[in-house]
């Protein structure tokens, strides 16, 4: 796992191959979020974990990478079905499959750990990392995971870097590091959201 290799004078998300701000959203088609670009974005995000920078994170980065592969799977299986997480999930759900929906609930949740541990440290600007992570797996993993799982997950909680390193990594300008993570942690927060209502409807569950 080694660091995305942060440009002089640039910030960590300059290394993305695509941000979350960038992830086509249609507001008048019930949100639809475009497929290709979404897995593009939270594939972009897993390299975060390796800036985190302990191998304890590797599980965690591990279990996204495998829930976006899932979803990838099925919609090179039905592309035409497949255009957006929406219509994805609704046509795998009427085969009588759940494979990829299941990747994306679990994805979500994995996305929706990260977007709370960094807004909880952002909106605390003394909070070590290792608190505002552990306070996140609380509130979205922990719940689904089974007594083997967590003790794997709590690790990595405890093997995040200090704060001050941390952020010196993401970028050598604290101002733009701030500006750019507050745009992409916004994007992140609204389609997490959105994902969250739609997959909790009743006729998305399997």
């Known amino acids: 796992?080694?660091?995305p290799q942060v440009p002089a004078g640039g910030t960590y998300f300059d290394t993305l191959k695509k941000s979350f701000k960038d992830v086509p959203v249609d507001a008048a088609n019930d949100n639809a979020i475009s497929t290709t670009e979404f897995c593009d974005a939270a594939e972009s995000l897993?390299?975060?974990?390796?800036?985190?920078?302990?191998?304890?994170?590797?599980?965690?980065?591990?279990?996204m990478t495998g829930n976006i592969t899932k979803i990838r799977t099925r919609q090179s299986e039905a592309p035409a079905e497949s255009a957006?997480?929406?219509?994805?999930?609704?046509?795998?759900?009427?085969?009588?499959?759940?494979?990829?929906t299941e990747g994306l609930?679990?994805?979500?949740?994995?996305?929706?750990?990260?977007?709370?541990?960094?807004?909880?440290?952002?909106?605390n600007p003394t909070e070590e990392l290792s608190n505002s992570f552990r306070a996140a797996y609380g509130?979205?993993?922990?719940?689904?995971?089974?007594?083997?799982?967590?003790?794997?997950f709590s690790a990595a909680m405890s093997a995040t870097p200090y704060r001050k390193d941390f952020y010196a990594k993401m970028g050598d300008d604290k101002a733009k590091v701030d500006q750019e993570l507050e745009v992409w942690l916004s994007s992140l927060e609204k389609i997490v959201a959105t994902l969250k209502d739609f997959l909790g409807r009743k006729e998305n569950k399997w």
């Not at 897993?46 to 304890?56: E, K, P, Q």
């Not at 957006?84 to 990829?100: D, R």
């Not at 977007?115 to 909880?120: F, G, I, P, V």
């Open 1 to 3: 796992m080694s660091a």
């Open 46 to 63: 897993t390299t975060l974990f390796d800036v985190l920078g302990s191998v304890a994170f590797k599980p965690v980065k591990g279990d």
């Open 84 to 100: 957006t997480l929406q219509s994805l999930v609704q046509n795998e759900l009427k085969a009588k499959k759940h494979t990829a």
């Open 105 to 123: 609930v679990w994805l979500n949740r994995g996305l929706d750990f990260t977007a709370q541990a960094l807004r909880q440290n952002v909106s």
């Open 139 to 152: 509130e979205t993993l922990k719940p689904h995971h089974s007594f083997m799982v967590k003790p794997i």
